[in-house]
């Protein structure tokens, strides 16, 4: 051991304590105190409700007023109203009796039609009138309109729109033709004509199904949403009430009274978008292809998952203030401030791929460049193994990457700590696709950093793998870079692919696992960790490098 470590020794020394790395790193950290310094990261509007008022019963007279432009108690309950509606029209289908009668008083045009077509009689030539069919076309366009009226969960009719369009434009042309005045055998003439656009109607009323969600599933709706909202809300409503009445300073007051008018909405606005989430995930189970049908569209069901997961996390919550500063609950905007943490993560995220990079020039360096020197020669000439000298240059590049990484890190957090404040209460509020939990910011760091060195130790892996192919080191060094490169495109865009997950390069980056980095700088993410599980992915990601590493070391040895 002894003499891995002198040879690890030396080698961290001829790639840390030179000047050229030296000089490298010095004006990175130049460049990264400059970045910080002059571009800052910028904060997101605040989530805050649309209130008004310069005093603190003026806001809570508004709030409980009807104003339009203002999220009033009224408007913000009948949110909760519509998503409770969303639940209970699921029980019933009084929109298809709609659609069968008008399709059966057309079905008796139909028969009519045939009458005239053969007989050159029927009821309307009869009663000298077509007011029959013109009532079944306006009764027809209604229907049309109501359902584009609609939201998507506000019937259980599901067409699809090629078909919907279809049944749209047969009702614009008879409407087009009974307002026409002409005689009625004309009109009959034209209804014959087009008589086929009738048994089209019967054919699309034949495809319309009828929405059924699962009565468990609506029951656990009602439950886990619209029955926490409603008391977490009314608890809201006795503290807003408390707080309206209570002798304090009118600008804690006025703060107080916003920040509860702002959880009312955000408990309102999350409850309904989550209970849309959930019945949006229940069709596309039973429908797949959203696209196809009116009314509906594909959605990332990893994002709508993740949704759901806060929104959870929010109602169960006891808290009336919500006072996370990460991933607020809101779908739109962030309820966040830059933090010293913040300004690290950024930084880091670029320190990251920089260290990754010269910890694949070290593998070049110490297994191609001291092989085409000659170095590597005389070190294998006293009285060391092959196998001390891989692992003591191995370990030299940990070492090295390491020290970079701690450097950084501590420089990091001095440089947020001058810069950037520190929050109050600074804990993450963390989602995966299944558990929301929080950690405290500096571990978070710590454990983005661990998975920046495991990264660095993969690609070292593959560099000195590469090194040992030929000795063409240039060209070898190339090609490793070029692996980089892909893997790293492919992260960015082929992550949601679940294939992509057999690939051992997108597993090591911790932070990923942990909800990615501010500002979304986290390069390397993984499918596996929202297909699958994270130790299984630590594991798989353990067990190829080990097996690489000691691959490695036999051809090293075998050179």
Known sequence: MKKIFRIAGYDFKRLSLNPITLVVFVVLLVACILLGSFIKIPTTPAYTASISGGTSTQIYQNFQSTKPNLDTKTKLDNMLSEAEYYITIQTSCFDVDDLNSINNAFQTVYNELQNYKYHG?????????????????????????????????????????????????????????????????????????NINKIEQIDQITETVSILKIDPELLSNLQTAYLD?????????????????KASMDEEEKIEALTSLITNYKLTCESTKKAIENELNLAVKRMYKNLDKYYSYAEFSQEEIKLEIVKTKHFLADEELYYTQYQQALNFNTASYEVSMFDYAYFIMSIIGLIIILFAMFCGYKLFGRDRKTGKMDTLLSQNVTTGQVFVGKFLAIVFTTSFFLLVFACLSLLWGKLVCPVLPNSIFAVFNLTTPYTISPIWFFLIKIIGIELQAIFYTIITIFIMNLSR?????????????????????????????????????????????????????????????????????????????????KQLFKKN
């Open 121 to 193: 009689h029927c009821v309307y030539t009869q009663n000298n009138t077509i007011n029959p069919i013109t009532n079944n076309v306006y009764f027809l366009l209604d229907f049309i309109n109501y359902i584009k009226g609609l939201s998507a969960f506000e019937t259980n009719l599901i067409f699809e729109k090629e078909n919907f369009q279809q049944l749209e434009a047969i009702a614009k042309d008879f409407q087009n033709q009974v307002l026409k005045a002409v005689s009625i055998a004309d009109h009959l003439d034209y209804f014959v004509q």
């Open 228 to 244: 926490k909202a409603i008391a977490k809300k009314d608890l809201i409503s006795k503290e807003l009430e408390r707080i309206s």
């Open 472 to 552: 063409k080191f240039e060209i070898n060094f190339a090609i490793a870079i070029v692996v980089f490169i892909v893997a790293t495109v492919c992260n960015i865009f082929l992550n949601k692919f679940l294939i992509y997950c057999l690939f051992p390069f997108i597993h090591a980056d911790l932070t990923s696992f942990l909800g990615g980095a501010t500002m979304q700088t986290g390069f390397l993410k993984t499918s596996l960790y929202a297909y699958g599980n994270f130790f299984i992915s630590l594991a798989y990601y353990l067990v190829f490098v080990i097996l690489l590493f000691n691959f490695t």
